[in-house]
């Protein structure tokens, strides 16, 4: 018989491309997925691998185990959430994926009071823009934004949240300082820069050529405070925000809709049909604040 881990050790290496990126991903260290893949190749009585310079390629005995690999894959995975699904105790793991910003600015209150009322359930809480395999029980629930609810793949089930809208904001003071006829000029503030976009002139106050780049929304937020310039943040960011207004003269842009989305038999659990019933409450209440109507513009 094939031992079900030692094809996992496989899969990691032929998708990783190296035994560095396998032992990263199975958080193992260098020695054991060698070791696992020898075991493999030992009860095959084939190679899988050629080793070269830029890492570790398939033999042609390795692409055809690779198909067969995948396909006990699916099946592990099928399996697990068809038993998962049964489970209706309220003790257990709880992965909810979600985009930064929503869980550091708006979420994180709410899932405190849910591990409160729930003390038996574990949460774990990836905070990550990155697409989650719910099939793959990557998560249990996704908290994403769906620009249009056709691209919602078949096998999800999905409650709808509210709409998510964006504003121009700057810090209270550069504004002030601007209205005052401050010389000083005002930077357009981006995570990544792809040319000068459509908000830097959209209202009315006009930015200099010369933007200012950050990696991250949590440096963009700190830098807009700082006065530098102008940038684009969800509403129940900048909204609520003691340090920020909005630019005036720029209008709100719509992202999408706020999707709670669960998988096939996962969705039955009671633990995650407790979270999703919980978390649904909460951003309805948080509906006019998500679409930037909780405040005027200044």
């Known amino acids: 018989m094939i031992d079900w881990d030692d094809v996992r050790y496989f899969l990691a290496v032929a998708r990783g491309g190296s035994v560095r990126a396998a032992a990263g991903h199975l958080k193992v260290n260098h020695a054991t997925v060698l070791r696992r893949i020898a075991q493999l190749e030992e009860r095959l009585g084939a190679h899988m691998f050629e080793k070269l310079p830029s890492g570790y390629r398939?033999?042609?005995?390795?692409?055809e185990v690779l198909e067969f690999a995948e396909q006990m894959e699916a099946s592990s995975h099928r399996l697990e959430t068809r038993v998962f699904g049964r489970d209706q105790g309220v003790r257990g793991l709880l992965r909810v994926t979600l985009a930064p910003p929503l869980a550091t600015h708006l979420l994180m209150p709410d899932f405190a009071e849910f591990?409160?009322?729930?003390?038996?359930?574990?949460?774990?809480?990836?905070s990550?823009?990155?697409?989650?395999?719910l099939t793959n029980r990557d998560a249990d629930v996704a908290?994403?934004?769906?620009?249009?609810?056709?691209?919602?793949?078949?096998?999800l089930h999905g409650l709808k949240g509210p709409e998510l809208f964006s504003g121009v904001y700057m810090?209270?003071?550069?504004?002030?300082?601007?209205r005052a006829g401050a010389p000083d000029p005002v930077r357009w503030i981006v995570i990544s820069s792809h040319g000068i976009p459509d908000w830097a002139?959209?209202?009315?106050?006009?930015?200099?050529?010369?933007?200012?780049?950050?990696t991250?929304?949590?440096?963009?937020?700190?830098?807009?405070?700082?006065?530098?310039?102008?940038t684009t943040l969800p509403c129940f960011v900048g909204d609520a925000d003691p340090l920020l207004a909005r630019v005036p003269g720029a209008d709100l842009h719509e992202h999408g809709t706020l999707w709670l989305l669960t998988q096939g038999e996962t969705r039955k659990t009671k633990r995650v049909r407790l979270f999703t019933e919980f978390l649904s409450h909460k951003l309805a209440a948080?509906?006019?604040?998500?679409?930037?109507?909780?405040?005027?513009?200044?």
Do not use: C
């Open 143 to 155: 908290i994403r934004v769906v620009y249009d609810r056709k691209t919602l793949p078949l096998n």
């Open 216 to 230: 991250d929304a949590e440096a963009q937020i700190v830098a807009v405070r700082q006065g530098l310039g102008m």
């Open 201 to 214: 002139s959209a209202g009315e106050v006009r930015t200099t050529g010369v933007p200012f780049a950050v």
């Open 115 to 126: 591990a409160r009322l729930h003390p038996d359930i574990e949460m774990e809480v990836l």
């Open 286 to 298: 948080y509906g006019p604040l998500l679409a930037g109507l909780s405040v005027s513009s200044d």
């Open 58 to 63: 398939l033999t042609a005995t390795g692409e």
């Open 128 to 133: 990550s823009g990155a697409l989650a395999n």
């Open 171 to 178: 810090s209270r003071d550069r504004l002030a300082a601007w």
